[in-house]
């Protein structure tokens, strides 16, 4: 007979076993949901091809990690299926220090046959650096490698890419940069000859950052892309880049950005004839380069003139007598331009559909001679309006005044208070003006709309169509009323009927918002209210 004392821890133990069968089964059922918790989701129910899109972009728009592919297979198993199954998702090969060969030779099954990225990150590294990580199994893939990218901290890692015999033949693009945060004797790196093997014979793209490759290396031949960004020591010489350039016609693109040209000064005449021809020439840029020397560049080669040519952050030093742009750009013929000016306190910016000038405010209170405190826009653009000879203030178009240039889009921005821009000499200037944009102080209104009233019965923007407004601040009914004569005038004139756009920042009341839709078509507005505290923002109501 078992005692009293027994009895209970019998039952004891009998309710612990109870309760370890219902907390197995518990996690059993959890485990079984957590398995299949996506089947039922929206996701999960698209198909394969569809998430293989979602998947792709997820990697391709992630942050740069050696393993950010591993994240959507481990949510759950149908994405884990579909994630293996798709061979695109599996041709971006991240290599850094900490990676392992195994790792290569999975994503190279995953990927099929799949063209390949391989991307480089790595500080300083053993000599067998590559080979190591890579592996042999994936040098009996090296033909399906399209691009290469390589970002180095020390310049001297790059030693273990050499190679006696090609290694990439089907490279399509490369991109190699070091790290600007090292001193120039170990970032400025002249690249081998025998650099992935040197044999590049699909090579069309190559930008190159703190270093170079031997200018009259023969895989320039083909390049359609080419970007040199910071040479420094190993910059080329004139005749170099000459000869370098004449050998890649096929180029669409072209950036140079603060490569000092050995030997390269500044032509004597714009009318040198062009040495180098680039007909397909898409978009060049040249970026913080001397001026002199980029006087000597802009007039060595020749280029379309549906070229997008994009010029910015030249030092002060302008050579005198010498116009920022040659008048080849603009001629034979000139073609429908785009115009924007902005100025505020501190800078002033001018664009052109083509051309892109920026002048920071150090650069430019040094080349046009500005004091501090003040900005003689007006100065600047009465020169651009008269015949353009001689310029105090080194207003660029020197060679081109504004006379001469078909604008047909005036986009002018500016915060200022006090009146800098000659209104009226610019709007009779550009008188083939189709579409006027201003945003301006309210201060500057009256005299905008003053500037654009018919004088000796003739309208200063003749061919005006649309009409966009949007000021600083809430104006007064004065400003309204010179709104409203202007449009009565144009319309009695027989002028052509405006789009009329108000932007935010100018409250106009009811009233006026009756008048505009009488005399012009008030296509789009941001904040419109009235004097009576009555809501007008809808067009409807309006």
């Keep these: 007979m078992p005692s009293a004392n027994e009895i209970p821890q019998a039952e004891v133990e009998y309710q612990r076993t109870l309760l370890d069968e219902q907390i197995s089964r518990v996690e059993n059922v959890r485990a079984a949901l957590c398995s299949r918790r996506n089947v039922l989701s929206k996701s999960a129910m698209l198909v394969a091809e569809v998430l293989a899109d979602i998947f792709s972009y997820c990697v391709v728009s992630g942050t740069v990690t050696p ?49 390949i990225q391989l991307r480089f990150q790595f500080g300083v590294v053993d000599v067998d650096f590559p080979h190591a990580l890579l592996g042999n199994e994936f040098f009996q893939q090296a033909h399906r490698v399209r691009e290469v ?85 190993n910059a080329p010489e004139a005749k170099e880049l000459w000869a370098m350039l004449s050998r890649v016609p096929k180029l669409r693109v072209l950036t140079l950005s603060n490569i000092m040209v050995q030997n390269g000064g500044a ?5 040198q004839r062009p040495k180098v021809w680039f007909p397909a020439l898409e978009h060049l840029t040249i970026d913080s380069l001397d001026f002199a020397q980029y006087a000597w560049f802009i007039a060595l080669i020749d280029f379309p003139p549906t070229t997008h040519l994009t010029l910015q952050t030249f030092p002060p030093y302008f050579t005198p007598d010498m116009p920022l742009l040659p008048p080849k750009v ?45 900005y003689p826009c007006g100065n600047r653009l009465s020169f651009a309006l008269r015949s353009g000879q001689g310029d105090d203030d080194g207003w660029p178009f020197q060679a081109a005044p504004l006379a001469q240039l078909d604008v047909r889009l005036l986009i002018i921005e500016t915060t200022r ?45 003749p061919t005006l169509g649309r009409f966009s407004l949007k000021v600083s601040q809430s104006t007064d009914a004065p400003s309204e009323d010179a709104l409203l004569k202007l449009l009565e005038e144009r319309e009695q004139a027989g002028a052509r009927r405006l789009e009329v756009l108000i932007g935010r920042g ?13 005399h012009a078509q008030l296509v789009d507005w941001d904040t419109v209210g009235d004097n009576t505290n009555a809501s007008a923002q809808d067009p409807e109501n309006a």
């Design 417 to 461: 208070r006090s009146e800098t821009i000659p209104w009226h000499d610019l709007f009779v200037t550009l008188s083939q003006v189709v579409d006027l944009k201003l945003t301006l102080h309210s201060h500057a209104l009256h005299d905008v709309l003053g500037a654009l009233m018919p004088a000796d019965g003739t309208f200063p923007l």
């Design 330 to 374: 603009f001629a034979p013929q000139p073609f429908p331009l785009e115009l924007y000016i902005r100025e505020n306190e501190d800078t002033f910016r001018l664009s052109i559909r083509k051309f892109t000038l920026v002048h920071g405010r150090q650069r430019c209170s040094a080349a046009y001679n500005i004091s501090e405190g003040t």
């Design 267 to 271: 032509p004597a005449s714009w009318n």
């Design 149 to 233: 990218v390589i970002s180095a901290l020390h310049s001297g890692s790059t030693e273990s890419f050499n190679s006696n015999h090609a290694m990439f033949t089907n490279l399509e693009s490369l991109k190699v940069s070091f790290s600007p945060y090292h001193p120039p004797q170990i970032s400025d790196k002249l690249l081998s000859p025998s650099f992935l093997g040197g044999v590049f014979p699909a090579l069309r793209r190559l930008k190159l950052h703190q270093c170079a490759f031997p200018w009259a290396s023969p895989i320039m031949s083909g390049l359609t892309h080419l970007v040199l960004y910071n040479i420094g020591s």
């Design 67 to 115: 393993r950010e592919w591993l994240r959507i297979t481990h949510v759950c198993r149908h994405w884990r299926s579909v994630a293996v199954a798709i061979p695109t998702l599996w041709t971006t090969i991240r290599v850094g220090e900490g990676y392992h060969a195994d790792l290569v030779e999975r994503m190279l099954m995953r990927s099929q046959s799949m063209p």
């Design 506 to 518: 100018w409250v106009v009341s009811r009233s006026c918002v009756d008048e505009l839709i009488t």
